[in-house]
């Protein structure tokens, strides 16, 4: 009756495996062939009406009240921040990052002495940590231990003098803030050093002590650096807005360093990386699922000595094989099934290539009539 239950548990088992192996290879075919079939963004951008200098495109501003644009120009503001070490200045977005210098001790190992008994080997980790974790903020200078790191972003921000919403976009790496006497609060025992950090503590920068602190800040100066964003241009209401791309059903709304050349540079990376990583994943779902289907073969030889390891390592080689061969002929065909130029290019091709065959045939069979 055990064994009876046993191979019956071992059957539903393997039923199980070879279902779930089943809808896993078949949805490999599906990521597969949907990814070749998706727009890039980068093909859409470069459809995006270049605009760099409003005043030389004021023709195209009159004749379309909205339309997709690419706006190349510098981030404008006119907020001001300061802080508490910081005089107010107009920014973009500034950050303040507070480090605390911690000492650390950490146990490594036990040794056992000569008589026996357990010794702790410590340790002492030094590092500067970031004060990030607190939640309350404080003013008052003399609790700075309460200080954390904190970012300051404008809420009207505009390219060109067209607003944009900086909550929806990816703003560009901050630089390090130059810091100077004019730009910052001295207080009682905070020393400014190498125009980056302010410090405060015990010890020196060079060689600090548990406890002491050091701040520097981050910043989007204005104007910054040159931005393309990509979006819909509303000349009513002076914005650029996220744009819906019609055919492909997708959003745009980037912000990204440098010009329109570089910034469609960069989406097109981004659209290569995100196709290779969808295929590779195909390719693997591909070949779990194979193997889940071969696992009641693989359960078999599980069971026999020394061929068993190596049965199974050949069916995964196998099946690793096949799944490779059946992702490229899946990727090819979606390819040509997504890309009409390329599919009745190669229609053409084979069609030229059938019709060359029939008459090398036909030939040679009018040659063997009358030999």
């Given at each position: 009756m055990y064994m009876i239950t046993e191979v019956m548990s071992q059957v539903t088992t393997s039923i199980k495996w070879i279902i779930a192996g089943f809808v896993l290879f078949l949805a490999s075919f599906f990521i597969l062939f949907i990814n070749e079939g998706d727009a890039n963004i980068s093909e859409i951008a470069n459809n995006a009406v270049e605009i760099t200098n409003i005043d030389t495109n004021l023709n195209i501003e009159v004749n379309n009240n909205s339309q997709f644009v690419s706006l190349t120009g510098s981030l404008e503001s006119t907020e001001k921040f300061d802080d508490i070490f910081l005089e107010k200045g107009n920014y973009i977005q500034i950050s303040r990052i507070v480090e605390f210098y911690t000492q650390d001790k950490t146990n490594t190992d036990f040794q056992e002495d000569s008589t026996s008994n357990n010794s702790i080997k410590n340790r002492i980790s030094s590092k500067w940590v970031e004060n990030n974790d607190n939640t309350q903020e404080v003013t008052n200078y003399y609790k700075e231990k309460k200080l954390q790191t904190?970012?300051?972003?404008?809420?009207?921000?505009?390219?060109?003098?067209?607003?944009?919403?900086?909550?929806?976009?990816?703003?560009?790496?901050?630089?390090?803030?130059?810091?100077?006497?004019?730009?910052?609060?001295?207080?009682?025992?905070?020393?400014?050093?190498?125009?980056?950090?302010?410090?405060?503590?015990?010890?020196?920068?060079?060689?600090?002590?548990?406890?002491?602190?050091?701040?520097?800040?981050?910043?989007?100066?204005?104007?910054?650096?040159?931005?393309?964003?990509?979006?819909?241009?509303?000349?009513?209401?002076?914005?650029?807005?996220?744009?819906?791309?019609?055919?492909?059903?997708?959003?745009?709304?980037?912000?990204?360093?440098?010009?329109?050349?570089?910034?469609?540079?960069?989406?097109?990376?981004?659209?290569t990386v995100t196709s290779w990583t969808f295929r590779f994943f195909g390719f693997l779902i591909m070949w779990t699922g194979l193997m889940l289907l071969f696992s009641p073969?693989?359960?078999?030889?599980?069971?026999?000595?020394?061929?068993?390891?190596?049965?199974?390592?050949?069916?995964?080689?196998?099946?690793?094989?096949?799944?490779?061969?059946?992702?490229?002929?899946?990727?090819?065909?979606?390819?040509?099934?997504?890309?009409?130029?390329?599919?009745?290019l190669t229609i053409i091709a084979i069609l030229i290539l059938f019709i060359i065959y029939i008459r090398q045939n036909n030939e040679t069979s009018s040659k063997n009539l009358i030999a």
């Amino acid at each position: 009756m055990y064994m009876i239950t046993e191979v019956m548990s071992q059957v539903t088992t393997s039923i199980k495996w070879i279902i779930a192996g089943f809808v896993l290879f078949l949805a490999s075919f599906f990521i597969l062939f949907i990814n070749e079939g998706d727009a890039n963004i980068s093909e859409i951008a470069n459809n995006a009406v270049e605009i760099t200098n409003i005043d030389t495109n004021l023709n195209i501003e009159v004749n379309n009240n909205s339309q997709f644009v690419s706006l190349t120009g510098s981030l404008e503001s006119t907020e001001k921040f300061d802080d508490i070490f910081l005089e107010k200045g107009n920014y973009i977005q500034i950050s303040r990052i507070v480090e605390f210098y911690t000492q650390d001790k950490t146990n490594t190992d036990f040794q056992e002495d000569s008589t026996s008994n357990n010794s702790i080997k410590n340790r002492i980790s030094s590092k500067w940590v970031e004060n990030n974790d607190n939640t309350q903020e404080v003013t008052n200078y003399y609790k700075e231990k309460k200080l954390q790191t904190l970012t300051q972003t404008a809420n009207f921000i505009t390219i060109a003098g067209y607003t944009i919403d900086q909550s929806q976009l990816n703003l560009p790496a901050p630089k390090d803030l130059l810091l100077t006497t004019e730009n910052t609060k001295q207080t009682n025992n905070t020393i400014l050093l190498n125009q980056k950090y302010l410090f405060k503590g015990n010890g020196t920068l060079n060689r600090p002590q548990h406890g002491d602190m050091r701040i520097h800040y981050e910043a989007i100066t204005v104007p910054s650096q040159t931005v393309t964003v990509f979006g819909e241009m509303n000349t009513a209401h002076k914005t650029i807005t996220p744009y819906y791309d019609e055919v492909s059903g997708k959003t745009i709304y980037r912000l990204l360093s440098g010009t329109r050349h570089t910034a469609i540079e960069e989406l097109k990376t981004e659209d290569t990386v995100t196709s290779w990583t969808f295929r590779f994943f195909g390719f693997l779902i591909m070949w779990t699922g194979l193997m889940l289907l071969f696992s009641p073969i693989s359960t078999i030889l599980s069971h026999i000595p020394f061929l068993g390891h190596l049965g199974i390592i050949g069916i995964g080689i196998i099946t690793g094989i096949i799944s490779l061969i059946l992702s490229t002929v899946t990727i090819f065909i979606a390819i040509l099934l997504h890309n009409i130029i390329i599919l009745c290019l190669t229609i053409i091709a084979i069609l030229i290539l059938f019709i060359i065959y029939i008459r090398q045939n036909n030939e040679t069979s009018s040659k063997n009539l009358i030999a």
